[in-house]
């Protein structure tokens, strides 16, 4: 059984993002396009190109600058996630080629920024990890 997902991780442009950023909500949209051609007047189909995107919502304070800045759309850079912790056979996402595209935030009057992350990943790794 799942835990209250307290552990999940996941870094980026030499940030790392945890228990401390309050990661809530996030998940990893991974699909392809099909390509439809025609053969001897049949369709026929072949798998396209591989899209994959992670998205999560977190809380920051306002004195994590450096990590806010991490995730300027446009950057980007290597990408490691740990949905339910970094443990060993746990799952852990890689991706060599990462970009943000969108981060939505919000300030409230008490100095917590909130934010909503966008990030599409190339040559993704879907596998358990094997170092914690």
């Given at each position: 059984?799942?835990?209250?997902?307290?552990?999940?991780?996941?870094?980026?442009?030499?940030?790392?993002?945890?228990?401390?950023?309050?990661?809530?909500?996030g998940?990893?949209?991974?699909?392809?396009?099909?390509?439809?051609?025609?053969?001897?007047?049949?369709?026929?189909?072949?798998?396209?190109?591989?899209?994959?995107?992670?998205?999560?919502?977190?809380?920051?304070?306002?004195?994590?600058?450096?990590?806010?800045?991490?995730?300027?759309?446009?950057?980007?850079?290597?990408?490691?996630?740990?949905p339910?912790?970094?443990?060993?056979?746990?799952?852990?996402?890689?991706?060599?080629?990462?970009?943000?595209?969108?981060?939505?935030?919000?300030?409230?009057?008490?100095?917590?920024?909130?934010?909503?992350?966008?990030?599409?990943l190339?040559?993704?790794?879907?596998?358990?990890?094997?170092?914690?």
């Open positions: 059984m799942a835990d209250t997902g307290k552990n999940a991780s996941f870094s980026f442009g030499g940030q790392v993002y945890d228990e401390d950023d309050c990661l809530q909500s998940g990893l949209n991974d699909s392809i396009n099909e390509v439809i051609y025609q053969c001897g007047g049949m369709d026929k189909a072949a798998p396209g190109t591989r899209s994959v995107t992670f998205t999560v919502s977190m809380a920051l304070a306002a004195d994590d600058t450096a990590k806010i800045a991490a995730l300027t759309p446009g950057t980007t850079g290597a990408f490691e996630a740990h339910a912790g970094d443990e060993v056979g746990y799952q852990e996402v890689t991706a060599t080629d990462a970009l943000v595209t969108a981060f939505n935030r919000s300030w409230s009057a008490n100095g917590i920024i909130t934010g909503d992350v966008t990030i599409r190339n040559d993704v790794t879907l596998a358990a990890a094997t170092t914690a």
